[in-house]
């Protein structure tokens, strides 16, 4: 268990909808990242927030939005969802601003699937 | 942009030492490489993590070469719960501004 932790475990929705996905990062960490896993794409970096702010960006989409609350949790917005988005969403957190020299801890992920 | 690669697939036996190459040619000057092991239905766990020359810890070795275009993981003695994803991580820069990059994955299958 890496302390991560996010909802919903799976999601089924339709095309054109709208998800929220949601983490919570580990007890300290400030840092939250967002990744895409799907089969055809690997590991896709989406996004990080630190401490609220954005910090990094990858390849998000614009139909994709996220924001880090002041408790530290974060949310990423999915909208007019089309079948190519269907995917493994993980949530992954960190103690300091820099995603690739901090140790970043991954959620058990959020299996989403477009119809 | 640059492409972080990896070989798809490796095969060994049990007791086997393992060694899994990513290629990352454009990594960010200062920025360090990562590897993360994923189990299926799991988020990736970190391994190890460094910057140049060899780092060892309890799970693993990591090679980086003075170009530091490329490393190497390095798994002694493999055994069946070994058998994962590997994933290499750097940081990339593109148009002035960060990028993580996962490599493309490499799938190993450890044998009895």
């Known amino acids: 268990d890496s302390g991560v932790t996010q909802t919903p475990k799976h999601l089924i929705t339709a095309t054109g909808q709208r998800v929220t996905l949601r983490c919570s990062p580990r007890?300290?960490?400030?840092?939250v990242y967002w990744y895409q896993q799907s089969l055809d794409q690997g590991l896709q970096f989406l996004i990080q927030?630190?401490?609220?702010?954005?910090?990094a960006k990858g390849n998000i989409l614009e139909r994709f939005s996220a924001q880090q609350f002041p408790d530290l949790h974060s949310e990423l917005n999915l909208s007019s969802l089309e079948l190519g988005d269907s995917a493994l969403y993980f949530c992954a957190s960190s103690v300091g601003a820099s995603g690739n020299t901090d140790t970043q801890y991954f959620g058990p992920g959020t299996r989403l699937t477009v119809l | 942009l640059a492409k972080t690669t990896q070989p798809i697939s490796m095969d060994s036996y049990e007791g086997q030492e393992v060694n899994i190459t990513c290629s990352h040619n454009?990594?960010?000057?200062?920025?360090?490489i990562t590897w993360y092991q994923q189990f299926p239905s799991q988020g990736p766990r970190f391994i190890i993590q460094?910057?140049?020359t060899k780092v060892t810890n309890e799970v693993a070795s990591l090679f980086i070469p003075a170009d530091r275009k490329s490393s190497t993981l390095s798994l002694p003695r493999v055994s069946l719960s070994d058998t994962a994803v590997y994933y290499c991580l750097v940081a990339t820069m593109n148009t002035g501004f960060q990028k993580l990059v996962f490599g493309t994955g490499t799938r190993l299958l450890v044998s009895p």
């Open positions: 460094g910057y140049k």
């Open positions: 454009n990594i960010a000057t200062n920025d360090y």
């Open positions: 007890s300290g960490d400030l840092s």
């Open positions: 927030y630190y401490n609220g702010e954005e910090r």
